[in-house]
């Protein structure tokens, strides 16, 4: 891979830090008026997810990382592995269940997904931003009551549990923003 | 926005007009004469962290000057009295949100007065710009740079030594740093872990390292270490300004220029022409003087609270 001095520093930029793929989120240039001009970075560990405060002199560099983020189709899990395949090369990717950690509660087979790929295996899974998915158990729904406030816990289909207005009843469908874990509407 | 506009609103460049007019105003009415001195020089700046942008001159090497001091110096030299520069000046490789390679400074020399006596000129002439409603309310602070710097790492920065310092940045910083220089140690730590914690409102650090005096005469405390007369000026945690009871000695001058390109060649940089116009004027005599450079992007953008200094140019780098 190509190496990066700080000045090449862009927020989104893939890096090796520490033996550890990194993706770069800021990067701060500092100069004291007659002092050594150095960059103040703020980079994400895509292993750990951990936010790391680094300071590099200006001009160091560092390895790029072999890190591309590719849509794939999420095909099916035995279990043990999750599988993803590239639309167009039809290709399959076996993740990991530390990859797809954060992803699993929102995981419906056939759903679009982003994956990172880390020197070519998934790295980590990131799911459509928004799914409709079914509850599979909540309270009675109190019918007629749609336009007070209130809400009430229901998990859906792949075990995620989001707040739901106290309307809706087991078997509706919902949408749901998988950012935030917030409920966005009823899908009739 | 596209690029072909400038990045700062016809807002921001009104008020920018309104400055540089209030400055030349404020130094009419002191009798400081206004000097446009020469943006390009056969020499450039031996300083050994700031770098001068070259431009070729009927075949030969020409730089774009990283200050007007020297030329300033020569003219105090030749009697001009109290002078002050409001121009340009370039540095290469410098951008960011505060910096951009080419940007606007105000520097001025007051024969007879010492550097204290300037930062209280200053500290008028900042509250002076930054009132708008006649009521100013500036805050005004001044510190030593040892007890800002002993107030949060319980050092002496003047007696510490080098390991000590070097342990400290590699702490702060990263390890790299546990090769570094005095200054660029002191230099790290200050920038990282003083200067946001300084006080609102403007702030004077003075009495700056012995090994960071730049242009500064160099003192011994009644402690008996030696410090510089070098202070600087943070608005609102954001370093603006930099001064000096300035240094006379050319021998010591020549001693500091010679040093500095022996720090460039050990680093691989181009080794910088010295400048022996301003040694020249040095041994006719310079008047006993302080002199400060404001930087007027800085200030504008702290004036307005902007965050970038892409908002308070016409035009920088990035679009030109």
Same mark, same amino acid.
């Given at each position: 891979?190509?190496?990066?001095?700080?000045?090449?520093?862009?927020?989104?930029?893939?890096?090796?830090?520490?033996?550890?793929?990194?993706?770069?989120?800021?990067?701060?240039?500092?100069?004291?008026?007659?002092?050594?001009?150095?960059?103040?970075?703020?980079?994400?560990?895509?292993?750990?997810?951990?936010?790391?405060?680094?300071?590099?002199?200006?001009?160091?560099?560092?390895?790029?990382?072999?890190v591309i983020e590719m849509d794939m189709q999420y095909l099916y899990?035995?279990?043990?592995f999750w599988c993803f395949m590239e639309p167009d090369t039809f290709e399959q990717h076996q993740a990991?269940?530390?990859a797809?950690?954060?992803?699993?509660?929102?995981?419906?087979e056939q759903d679009i997904c982003v994956v990172t790929l880390y020197n070519g295996s998934p790295l980590s899974v990131t799911?459509p931003?928004?799914?409709?998915?079914?509850?599979?158990?909540?309270?009675?729904?109190?019918?007629?009551?749609?336009?007070?406030?209130?809400?009430?816990?229901?998990?859906?289909?792949?075990?995620?549990?989001?707040?739901?207005?106290?309307?809706?009843?087991?078997?509706?469908?919902?949408?749901?923003?998988?950012?935030?874990?917030?409920?966005?509407?009823?899908?009739? | 926005?596209?690029?072909?506009?400038?990045?700062?609103?016809?807002?921001?460049?009104?008020?920018?007009?309104?400055?540089?007019?209030?400055?030349?105003?404020?130094?009419?009415?002191?009798?400081?004469?206004?000097?446009?001195?020469?943006?390009?020089?056969?020499?450039?700046?031996?300083?050994?962290?700031?770098?001068?942008?070259?431009?070729?001159?009927?075949?030969?090497?020409?730089?774009?000057?990283?200050?007007?001091?020297?030329?300033?110096?020569?003219?105090?030299?030749?009697?001009?009295?109290?002078?002050?520069?409001?121009?340009?000046?370039?540095?290469?490789?410098?951008?960011?949100?505060?910096?951009?390679?080419?940007?606007?400074?105000? !520097?001025?020399?007051?024969? $007879?007065?010492?550097?204290?006596?300037?930062? +209280? #000129? /200053?500290? @008028?002439? &900042?509250? %002076?710009?930054?009132?708008?409603?006649?009521?100013?309310?500036?805050?005004?602070?001044?510190?030593?740079?040892?007890?800002?710097?002993?107030?949060?790492?319980?050092?002496?920065?003047?007696?510490?030594?080098?390991?000590?310092?070097?342990?400290?940045?590699?702490?702060?910083?990263?390890?790299?740093?546990?090769?570094?220089?005095?200054?660029?140690?002191?230099?790290?730590?200050?920038?990282?872990?003083?200067?946001?914690?300084?006080?609102?409102?403007?702030?004077?650090?003075?009495?700056?390292?012995?090994?960071?005096?730049?242009?500064?005469?160099?003192?011994?405390?009644?402690?008996?270490?030696?410090?510089?007369?070098?202070? !600087?000026?943070?608005?609102? $945690?954001?370093?603006?300004?930099?001064?000096? +009871? #300035? /240094?006379? @000695?050319? &021998?010591? %001058?020549?001693?500091?220029?010679?040093?500095?390109?022996?720090?460039?060649?050990?680093?691989?940089?181009?080794?910088?022409?010295?400048?022996?116009?301003?040694?020249?004027?040095?041994?006719?005599?310079?008047?006993?003087?302080?002199?400060?450079?404001?930087?007027?992007?800085?200030?504008?953008?702290?004036?307005?609270?902007?965050?970038?200094?892409?908002?308070?140019?016409?035009?920088?780098?990035?679009?030109?």
């Amino acid at each position: 891979m190509a190496n990066y001095s700080t000045n090449e520093f862009r927020s989104g930029l893939k890096v090796m830090l520490d033996n550890d793929p990194c993706s770069i989120l800021e990067n701060e240039f500092v100069k004291p008026g007659k002092g050594q001009a150095f960059n103040r970075v703020k980079l994400r560990n895509l292993k750990t997810g951990r936010v790391l405060d680094k300071t590099f002199k200006s001009g160091e560099s560092l390895e790029g990382a072999d890190v591309i983020e590719m849509d794939m189709q999420y095909l099916y899990s035995d279990g043990d592995f999750w599988c993803f395949m590239e639309p167009d090369t039809f290709e399959q990717h076996q993740a990991t269940e530390s990859a797809v950690a954060d992803a699993l509660i929102w995981l419906s087979e056939q759903d679009i997904c982003v994956v990172t790929l880390y020197n070519g295996s998934p790295l980590s899974v990131t799911p459509p931003n928004h799914v409709e998915l079914e509850i599979v158990e909540t309270d009675p729904g109190l019918r007629g009551d749609t336009a007070q406030g209130g809400s009430k816990p229901a998990r859906l289909a792949t075990g995620a549990v989001v707040k739901v207005p106290l309307f809706l009843d087991q078997g509706d469908m919902v949408k749901v923003d998988t950012r935030t874990g917030e409920y966005q509407g009823r899908v009739k | 926005m596209s690029d072909w506009q400038p990045g700062a609103s016809i807002k921001a460049l009104r008020r920018r007009a309104q400055l540089m007019s209030l400055i030349r105003n404020f130094f009419t009415h002191q009798s400081v004469m206004e000097v446009d001195v020469p943006l390009l020089s056969k020499s450039g700046v031996t300083d050994i962290n700031i770098d001068s942008i070259c431009a070729t001159l009927s075949g030969s090497l020409a730089y774009l000057q990283t200050s007007p001091e020297y030329f300033m110096k020569r003219l105090l030299a030749s009697g001009s009295g109290d002078i002050y520069y409001l121009g340009k000046a370039f540095r290469d490789g410098e951008i960011g949100n505060k910096h951009n390679p080419e940007f606007t400074l105000l !520097e001025w020399y007051r024969c $007879g007065w010492d550097e204290h006596q300037l930062m +209280f #000129e /200053l500290a @008028d002439l &900042v509250s %002076q710009l930054m009132d708008r409603d006649g009521a100013s309310d500036l805050k005004v602070t001044k510190i030593s740079y040892e007890d800002c710097f002993h107030d949060k790492f319980g050092l002496n920065p003047h007696q510490a030594s080098l390991s000590d310092l070097q342990d400290l940045a590699a702490a702060t910083g990263s390890l790299s740093w546990a090769g570094e220089t005095r200054a660029n140690c002191l230099d790290l730590m200050f920038s990282l872990k003083v200067e946001p914690q300084l006080p609102e409102g403007l702030v004077f650090v003075y009495d700056y390292p012995a090994c960071q005096a730049a242009l500064a005469a160099i003192t011994t405390t009644e402690q008996g270490y030696k410090v510089s007369r070098r202070f !600087e000026g943070f608005l609102n $945690g954001v370093e603006i300004a930099n001064g000096y +009871f #300035e /240094l006379r @000695d050319p &021998v010591e %001058q020549r001693r500091r220029f010679d040093l500095d390109n022996t720090a460039r060649q050990a680093t691989g940089k181009p080794v910088s022409n010295i400048d022996t116009k301003l040694l020249d004027a040095m041994h006719s005599g310079l008047p006993a003087c302080a002199g400060v450079a404001l930087g007027l992007d800085r200030l504008l953008m702290s004036d307005l609270e902007l965050k970038s200094i892409d908002q308070v140019i016409p035009f920088s780098w990035l679009r030109c």
